[in-house]
């Protein structure tokens, strides 16, 4: 008599661990970015150029780049076994639809832009430490205002990018039951938050990495993962 040892899929596995790599990637280089003084005051110049002086901040800010950039990258791994759980769960319910199509571009947004967030947020610190050219002082600090501006509308696009991710894969629990209720849920309740804007994009990414550690407990289920046949004995 033949018995099937059944496994959670290796693959899926590994895709779990790359997302909760991900999501703690995106908590450490965000954490780092907040570090910034504040520079919507009439101090932010002398602020941020005693900042900018300090070469271990400048260090910090290289740093914070480079670990936005190993999120954004771990995070395709994650978003791939997600988008093949959702679309083998609308097989199994009998439907083809765009939801996977929707769930790429989102995820592909958030990808993009939060990698621009990271560097383009540390940039002015990036520049002072390598290039010898390139003075910390007010007159060029006021740059780094608008590095950091800029920065922050990528965050905001990422989040947008975010918004549709989480949407989708809201609508595909729904209609395809491939993932718990109380996940889709969670998305939904960070999709509407994801598009407040200028208003939330300071904290949602935070949340977003919560989100992202609570779907790869998800992943790491065997059942989230689908069997796979090891070997048989009799």
Known sequence: MASTSVVPRRS??????????????????????????EYDGIDAVPKLTRYY????????????????????????????ALIRIVRDGERRAGRSGSLPTLMLAGGT??????MLAGTIGNLFGISANYADGFPVEPRTVVIAILLLDMSYASTIAAMVGVSVLLFALWRAVQTGHALPGWLGWFAFVLAILCLAGPFGAWLTPLIFALWMLAA???LLMPAAAGPEVTGTST
């Open 109 to 114: 947004v958030f990808m993009v832009f939060i």
């Open 12 to 37: 899926t596995v590994w895709a779990a661990v790359a997302g909760i790599g991900s999501a703690g990637f995106l908590v450490a280089g965000q954490l780092l970015l907040w570090r910034t003084p």
């Open 53 to 80: 002086l300090d070469s271990g901040n400048r260090h910090l800010g290289e740093a914070s780049a480079l670990m936005h950039l190993a999120s954004a990258l771990l995070f395709a791994w994650f978003l791939v």
């Open 216 to 218: 790869c407990v998800v």
